[in-house]
T-cell receptor, first 113, second 118 residues
Framework: AQRVTQPEKLLSVFKGAPVELKCNYS??????LFWYVQYSRQRLQLLLR??SRESIKGFTADLNKGETSFHLKKPFAQEEDSAMYYC???????????????FGQGTILTVHP | GAVVSQHPSRVICKSGTSVKIECRSL??????MFWYRQFPKKSLMLMAT?????????EQGVEKDKFLINHASLTLSTLTVTSAHPEDSSFYIC??????????????FGDGTRLSIL
């Protein structure tokens, strides 16, 4: 079974402060981890995935297999980062993702001016 | 970028009626589409995986006869909630994965459908 845990439902920071959204997962095989973001009144969209190892909008996330974590970080939060963030996991085999996503509960990030 | 269109965005109907929700990939082909359900202030829960030209794969606890899924083409999957009851009221979201699947393509999500059963 696969499980994704986002311990914080709400996270508030001030503009310019660092932000870290926590995500822990449970999966017996080789996982693929994603962060999705949903801005107000917009659809869910992919923010980043661990296999890409890229930084999107200043956000980064490193897969830590030892701690089974995939925390999302940004050194200087901006007001426009305020949104709902979902961590998601997909199982993999032979380098191919199964496609099925298991989502965490989501974290609402609010960045105050 | 890849766009997924979901229709209708909102539907209100009487208990006992059937409701069809469409999910279309507008500018790409999708052999696999996914249907999720989201309860208020809860996460997205995968209901089923829709495969073009074959039967959908349902998650445990999801009634196949209640939630009929058809994926007749590479750009369209439909979810029909049959004989809907108030407890079926929810937010339904579809996503589509670009073909070819083996390239680890990400999922693209629709705007969702707010279903309210009176």
């Amino acid at each position: 079974a696969q499980r994704v845990t986002q311990p914080e439902k709400l996270l508030s920071v001030f503009k310019g402060a660092p932000v870290e959204l926590k995500c822990n997962y449970s999966y017996s095989g080789s996982p693929e981890l994603f962060w999705y973001v949903q801005y107000s009144r917009q659809r869910l969209q992919l923010l980043l995935r661990h296999i890409s190892r890229e930084s999107i909008k200043g956000f980064t996330a490193d897969l830590n297999k030892g701690e089974t974590s995939f925390h999302l970080k940004k050194p200087f939060a901006q007001e426009e980062d305020s949104a709902m963030y979902y961590c998601a996991l997909s199982g993999r085999a032979g380098g191919t993702s199964y496609g099925k996503l298991t989502f965490g509960q989501g974290t609402i990030l609010t960045v105050h001016p | 970028g890849a766009v997924v269109s979901q229709h209708p965005s909102r539907v209100i109907c009487k208990s006992g009626t059937s409701v069809k929700i469409e999910c279309r990939s507008l500018d790409f082909q999708a052999t696999t589409m996914f249907w999720y359900r989201q309860f208020p202030k809860k996460s997205l829960m995968l209901m089923a995986t829709s495969n073009e030209g074959s039967k959908a794969t349902y998650e445990q606890g999801v009634e196949k006869d209640k939630f009929l899924i058809n994926h007749a083409s590479l750009t369209l999957s439909t979810l029909t909630v049959t004989s809907a009851h108030p407890e079926d009221s929810s937010f339904y979201i579809c996503s589509a994965r670009e073909f070819p699947n083996h390239s680890n393509q990400p999922q693209h999500f629709g705007d969702g459908t707010r279903l309210s059963i009176l």
